[in-house]
């Protein structure tokens, strides 16, 4: 598994401000994952985005500090994790791909300093919480 360097965690960081910087960022991510799949449109059909974009701003925070063995952080993601299992909301293993891909493509859009680099970092980032998700469904 890909270890994160303070150094990536800084550049994921950076790169997640200059996003947050845009009002419109989170609500753009929701915009292209639910566009990237019917079955993903019909588990958001009656969602309020504004609170989901707040609870994943939350999560995208959680998660770096979890990056950092942060026992509360390790928590929250257990939390989210038992809500998003086959006994709740049934996100399915394949969809954290199509979440992933979004993420990247409104992080592309958002970050005026978007490269190669910051797309890895970001995967690297997130690609041990999506694997956790898809280990507990």
Request: charged share 25%; hydrophobic share 40%.
């Amino acid at each position: 598994m890909y270890k994160l360097t303070e150094e990536a965690i800084d550049d994921f960081h950076n790169s997640l401000e200059r996003c947050g910087f845009s009002p419109t960022f989170l609500l753009d991510f929701y915009k292209n994952f639910v566009a990237s799949s019917p079955e993903i449109a019909a588990k958001f059909e009656k969602t309020n985005f504004k609170t989901q974009a707040r609870v994943l701003k939350t999560s995208l925070y959680m998660a770096m500090l979890a990056s950092d063995q942060n026992h509360e952080a390790g928590e929250y993601l257990d939390r989210i994790a038992g809500l998003h299992g086959r006994d709740a909301l049934n996100i399915k293993p394949e969809y954290y791909d199509l979440w992933l891909s979004s993420m990247i493509a409104t992080v592309r859009d958002h970050d005026p300093l978007f490269n190669c680099e910051i797309e890895q970092v970001w995967k690297n980032f997130l690609l041990p919480a999506i694997k956790y998700m898809k280990s507990r469904y």
